[in-house]
């Protein structure tokens, strides 16, 4: 099942966040499972707004691919919220 993540970096800069998608490579090739990405700054840090094909699916890149760069740079984890996908709707 879809679902829909929000994650919350706090104190994450556009710098720090365009360092993290080049060590991910995620420009060149998405990443599996990834359905749609919206990304921008907000009072205090960074939001994410991902649609992923499964939350097993988000949770293993995240594990596997994202955290330990993540980690790397120095950034902390973000608070994240959950939620199953019920309608999806690009226009």
Not at 23 to 31: G, I, S
């Amino acid at each position: 099942m879809k679902v829909g993540i929000m994650l919350l970096y706090p104190n994450m800069t556009q710098a720090n966040y365009d360092e993290v998608e080049r060590e991910l490579k995620r420009h060149d090739k998405p990443a599996g499972g990834e359905v749609l990405s919206i990304v921008g700054p907000v009072p205090g840090g960074w939001q994410v707004v991902d649609v992923w094909e499964s939350q097993e699916v988000f949770e293993t890149y995240m594990r596997d691919k994202a955290r330990p760069v993540l980690q790397r740079l120095g950034i902390q984890d973000p608070a994240a919220t959950i939620f199953p996908i019920y309608d999806m709707q690009v226009r």
